[in-house]
C-alpha cells in the first residue's frame, strides 16, 4: 500500500487528538442542573442551580451537545425572554462558521430553576506560517512552521519518493529538513492545519519548495504574501438577497459577481476586521447561498456582513444584513448542508487531498457513484487523466439528512517522467555514453563541456531524438555535464516534469593489473587467504578453478579465502584482473596453482621411502600411508598406476581410497580415473577384507588380478563406491564384492567380471544394499555366472542395468527372503545354451517397475518366481529366443500381480508356467504380442483375467492382443522406446505408487492425477 492512501486514516487521527485536547464536543453530559459557581465543560451538561455570577466566564467551545436530563418533567428556555419547552431532546447548540454566539440557558424542575451560559466560538484560527517562505532554494532547507497562541498544528509532507507522509503533530523543538537530491529537482509540499483551544481548525494550507540537485544553484525564492485584512469599500454591492425565513432558520441567496467569490461574516460586530470572521458563501448555480439556523426552542437577531474576495482581498459592503431566526417548532429540524470540498496539491504529479471546511455533524461522501461513507479526513486523489464526481451531504443525529450536493474536481495531472537511458547515476564513469530517451517519453536537454552547468531546460532546448553519443579517443578522459528533462509533448506549452542532471566521465585508460600481497603455497592443510590490491577506485575480479564445473568469476575486496569442503580436497587455480569505475579491464595475472586437503595422505609407487603424505613427498605404499595416520578416518590418495602387491586388511572405522589428488595428478587436460591394481584372492582369503569397518572407493579404476573366492570381503561395517570401475578376470570361481550382515551403497558404479571360471558381480547377505545409475556385467566362456545374489536384508535398485552371457549357466538377479525396490532396470540375458534365468526371486516381496527385460538367444526364462509377493508395473518383457522355447513367469505359489505390462515374443514363448490356481494377483491394461498358450499348468486366462485389479464393473484394466501391430523401436542411447501410433498408447490405466510417476527413461507419465492415460510398457512416448 502506497504511503499517500493513509493520509485520510493518520490525519483525522491527528485532528482527534488536537480536538481531545481541546474538550471540544466529546463529552460525556450528566443529567443533573448547572452550579451557580462553576461553568460547565465543554460538551457537558449544565449543572448550576443559579444565576451565573458575572465573574464566572461561559462554558466555551466549538459546539455542545446536551442530553435530555434523567428527571422527567424538566423544562428549558433561552433567556432573556424565551419560550419555556419541555426537554424532551438532546440539544445541539452551534454557530455560523466564524461566529462566536453566547447561549443563555435557563432549567426547571422539581428542584428549582437553574442557569448556565455557553459561548459557540466558531472563529478559525488563521492558517500555520512557514520560515522560510515557500520558494526554489539550493538546499538542504530547515523550515519552522508558527501559528497562534495556544494553537496546535498537524501537518503532512510530501516529496520524492511519497505522496503525503503520515500527518504528525508539530514540534517546534523539531523543524523539518529537506535534503537536496544528488541528480533531480526535489518538489516538496507542505500541509498544515491549526487547532485552536476550542476545536476550530483552520483552512488547510499548503506550500510548495523546490530544491535544487547538489551543486546547481536555487532559481531564486517565490514572492510570499501573507494573507490581506478585510477592508470597507462603500462601493462594492452585493445586492438585496432574496431572503427566505423558517423556524429559527434562515437563507440568504445572492447573485454570484463575475470576479471573485463572495464571503460572509456572522454576528461579527467589532471583529469585521478580521479576516478569520470571513466564510466562502456555498455556490448552487448562479447563485451564492448563506443559511442560518438556530437550535431548537432559540431566537434571536443576526447580524450578516456580506464581502468579496478577490486577489486576496475581502472587500464588503459597509452596513450589515440583520436576520431574525424564529423559535424552531417542534416539528421543524433540518441540517444545513456542508459547504463544497476543495482540493489541497500534492507534489507536482502525485496525488492531491480532497478537503471539506469544518461542519457541525457528519459529512457523507462518494466518489464516482461508489458507496458513500463517512467523512474522517483528507481524502487522496490520485494523478490521471480526467475528472471525479463527488456527492456529498450532511447528517445530524435527530434531524434529516441536508441535501445532496455534487461537483466533479479535476485530477491532479501526470507528470512526465524523465526517463533517460544509459545513465547509472548522477556522477558516472565509462569508456563512453549512448544516451536515449525512454520509448513514448520527449526529452530535452542542455550540454556543457567540463564541470561547468549547462542552461536550465526549458521547452525550447534541444529535443533528444534518436541516440546521443558522446565518446573521447583511447588515453584520453573527457568530461560533459547535461541537464535534462521530460515534457509532455514537444510543443511550446508541453507540461514539464522535474529537472535532473549528470556529470559524465569518459575514460578510456585500463587500469594496471592487481598485486598478490601474499605469496601462494602450492600445498597446504589449512585455507589459504590471498591478498590482492589494486589501483584506487578500481574494482578486483577474480576467476577460480576447482574442477567441479567451469570456472567461476567474482569480484573479491583484498582477498580470497581458498578452502576444502570438509575432508574433500580441493585444487584451485586463480586468476585476477582489474576493472575501474569506467569499465576498462587491466591485463589478467596468473594462473596461481594451490591444493587444499585437510587430511589426505598421497600415495605413490614410485617415491623414496620416508615420504610424510604431502603431494611433494607422498607415501610409497598404501602400508606405509596407513601406519603414518592419525585419526579415525583416513582418506588416501593413491596416483593412477600404483600396484597393491599384498592383500589389505582394513581394520580402521572408516578408510577412503580416491584417485589422486595433487596438482599434477588433478589438473590433467582429460580427467581419467586412478588406476589401483589389487593383487589375486587367494583361497580363504581375500585382497581386500574389511571387518566391521567402512571402505570408500572413489573414482578409481580398481583391477583384481583374478584368484579365487572374494575380491573384497565385507564382513559388518560398510562399502561405498562412487564414479568407480572394479573389474576381474578370473578361470576359477570369484566374486567381486561379498557382503555379509554390511551396508553397501554404489553409485554410477561399473561391475565386470569376467574370463573362463565362473563366479558372481556382487553376493550380499543380511545386508542393505543400495545401487543406483550403475552397470553390473558378467561375462564367461565355459562357467556360470551371476551379476546380482541378494540373501536376506533389503536392496534398492534405480536406473542401472544387469546383464550375464556364461556357457553353461546365467542368472542376471537372483533374490532369496529379502525387501525388494526396483526402478528403471535393464536386466539382459544373452549368451549359448544353458541354464538361463534372468531373475530368481524367492521368499521375497516387493515391486518391480518402469524395467525393460529382455532375452536374446536361446531360450530363456525371464522370470522364475518361488513363493513370492511380487508386483510388476509398467514393465516391458522382451524375448527373442527360438519359436516356442522361452517362458515369461515360472511360478510356484502365488502369482503375481500385472499392470500396465508389455509382452513381446518372438513366437511361440509362454506367459505363466504355475502349480496352483491363483488366490490373489490378476491381470490389468497389459499387452501381448507373439505368444502360443498364454497360460500352462494349474492356471488359466480366465482365471487370471477375472482377478480385478480395479474396476471390475467396467473395461478399466482390459487386456490387448497386439497381433502383429508395430509396438516398440531401438532407442538411439540403448532400451526400447514407443512407436508412435502404436496400440499401447494411452492403453494403460493410471497407477497409484510414487514410483510409477516417471517412465524408464524419467519422462514423466499421466497419473492418477487426472491428466490422461498412460502407455503399457516401461516406455512413456516422448
Sequence with gaps: MRRGTRIATLFAIALFILAEAAAADTAAPTATAPTATTAPTAGAAPTATAAPDSAVQPARARSFRLPVPS???????????????????????????GEERLYSLELRDSSGTRRADYLVDRLAPPVPQPDPAPGSYAGPLTVQLSGEAGSAIAYSLSGPGIDFAAPALWNPERPLVLPASADRTGTWVLVAQATDSSGNE????????????????????????????????????????????GDSSATLRFAVPNAGQLVAAVGAGQDVGRAERWQALEVDGRLAVLRLQGPYGWSADLSVSIGVLKDGVISYWPTPYVVHLAPLSPAAATTLRPEAPSLIAGEPGSSSLIVFPPYDGDIYYSLDGGKETLWRGPIPLAAGRGQ????????????????????????PPLLPERLLLGLDGPAVRADAFKLSAAPGVTLRYELAEGPVFPAAVTSSSTLLAGDLAVDTPPGTDRIVTIRYRAYSDASALALGGEEGFARLTVDRKPPSPPKLLTSLPSFSRLPVSIALEAEGG????????????????????????????????????????????????????????????????????GAPQGGNGDPAKPFATIEAALAAARGDEVVLRVRSGYGQTTALAIDRPSLKIVSGASLAWLWPDTPQQGIVNFPRAAPGTSAISVGGARLGFYGLDARFGGGEGEAIAIKGGGFEAVDSLISASTSKTLSLIDAASAKVDLRGVFLKLGGTGGGADFVARDSSVTISDSDLGATGTTAWLSCL?????????????????????????????????IDRLQLELSGSAGYRRGAIIDSSSGRVVNSHIVSSGPPTTLVELRDAKMSFLFDSFIDSAAPKGSLVFSVRGALPLLVDDLFLAKGGARLFDSDRPPEKGGIGACAFAGFGPLVTGAVTLGSVSSLPVFDSTSNKGASIDLGLAPVLRVAPKGGYEVLPGSPIVDAGIPFGPAETAHDFSGLPRPSTAGNGLPDIGADELR
Design 71 to 97: 428527571l422527567a418533567g424538566t423544562m428549558f428556555r433561552f433567556l432573556p425572554d424565551g419560550e419555556w419547552r419541555e426537554f424532551d431532546r438532546p440539544l445541539r447548540l452551534t454557530a455560523a462558521p
Design 202 to 245: 483552520s483552512p488547510m494550507a499548503s506550500y510548495v519548495y523546490t530544491i535544487m540537485p547538489q551543486g546547481l544553484p536555487a532559481t531564486g525564492a517565490a514572492a510570499f504574501a501573507p494573507p490581506q485584512p478585510p477592508r470597507l469599500n462603500a462601493a462594492f454591492d452585493p445586492g438585496i438577497p432574496a431572503i427566505e425565513t
Design 538 to 605: 578500481s574494482r578486483i575480479m577474480v576467476e577460480l578453478e576447482d574442477g567441479s564445473g567451469r570456472p567461476k568469476d567474482s569480484e573479491v575486496r583484498g582477498s580470497v579465502l581458498l578452502g576444502a569442503q570438509g575432508t574433500e580436497a580441493r585444487s584451485w587455480r586463480l586468476r585476477a584482473w582489474a576493472v575501474d569505475e569506467a569499465g576498462n579491464v587491466s591485463a589478467r595475472i596468473g594462473p596461481y596453482a594451490c591444493v587444499v586437503d585437510p587430511v589426505g595422505l598421497y600415495v605413490d609407487q
Design 789 to 821: 545374489s541378494i540373501k536376506g536384508g533389503s536392496l534398492r535398485l534405480r536406473a542401472s542395468r544387469v546383464g550375464a552371457s556364461a556357457g553353461i549357466s546365467s542368472v542376471g538377479f537372483s533374490a532369496e527372503a529379502a525387501t525388494l525396490s
Design 388 to 411: 471525479v464526481l463527488i456527492a456529498w451531504k450532511g447528517q445530524r443525529a435527530g434531524y434529516t439528512d441536508s441535501d445532496s450536493s455534487t461537483m466533479r474536481l479535476d485530477r
